[in-house]
């Protein structure tokens, strides 16, 4: 059965340094998203992303953010400037079209110092 | 107000039990409505989706209440393996879940 991955699977960061969080989507899937969850609080929205754009964000997805799909497999979420409140699960998603199942990635605990 | 509210739990059941819970929503223009089952540390997985009529999926049942804005799961005939986070979530656009907190269900044998 096809699965969203994702690369690492733990993240140890200083504050400050940026990061680049991996996920290879279902390969027919054409929406991405990434969610995080910080320990012990619900799951969050951050961005969703289709045909080389971001089609919505949440308020926490601010100018430290970014996401990028640089190749056909890809998709990449980058956090310019950790803090410590960046950490969290951070979950990436994907589904076919936008409005169904969206299929989630086992998920990068980043844990910033 | 919080977009979705959950009864946290715990709920401790006993094998071959039944249990129910429930979560509402704020936003009455909510397209679509699902149950994710979280084990720990885990991602979320889709439980089943939750249709306008109730719908039923083996052990599990499901149901909107859309004038109420809450929707409930029931589980029947419990299994040791059914202990799991239960996460409301409804979707209020074209991309985006909303998720509630969770709903913890503990089966005990």
């Known amino acids: 059965e096809p699965e969203v991955t994702q690369t690492p699977s733990h993240q140890v960061t200083q504050m400050g340094q940026e990061v680049i969080l991996r996920c290879v989507p279902i390969?027919?899937?054409?929406?991405f998203y990434w969610y995080r969850q910080i320990l012990g609080q619900k799951v969050e929205f951050l961005v969703s992303?289709?045909?080389?754009?971001?089609?919505?964000k949440s308020e926490i997805f601010d100018d430290q953010f970014s996401v990028e799909r640089p190749d056909g497999s890809n998709f990449t979420l980058k956090i310019r400037s950790t803090k410590l409140e960046d950490s969290a699960m951070y979950f990436c998603?994907?589904?076919?079209?936008?409005?169904?199942?969206?299929?989630f990635g086992p998920g990068t605990r980043l844990t910033v110092l | 107000r919080k977009e979705v509210e959950q009864d946290p739990g715990p709920f401790n059941v006993p094998e071959g039990a039944t249990v129910a819970f429930n979560c509402t929503y704020s936003?009455?223009?909510?397209?679509?409505f699902f149950w994710y089952r979280q084990d720990c540390r885990k991602e979320p997985k889709l439980l089943m989706s939750?249709?306008?009529s109730g719908n039923e999926d083996g052990r599990f049942t499901a149901q909107l209440n859309r004038a109420s804005q809450y929707i409930s799961l029931l589980i029947r005939d419990s299994k040791l393996s059914d202990s799991a986070t239960y996460l409301c979530?409804?979707?209020?656009?074209?991309?985006?879940?909303?998720f509630g907190a969770g709903t913890t269900v503990t089966v005990r044998a």
């Open positions: 992303f289709y045909n080389n754009e971001i089609s919505e």
């Open positions: 939750v249709y306008s």
């Open positions: 936003n009455s223009a909510s397209q679509s």
């Open positions: 998603a994907s589904s076919e079209w936008g409005g169904n199942e969206q299929f």
């Open positions: 390969s027919n899937h054409l929406y």
């Open positions: 979530v409804v979707k209020y656009s074209d991309y985006k879940l909303s």
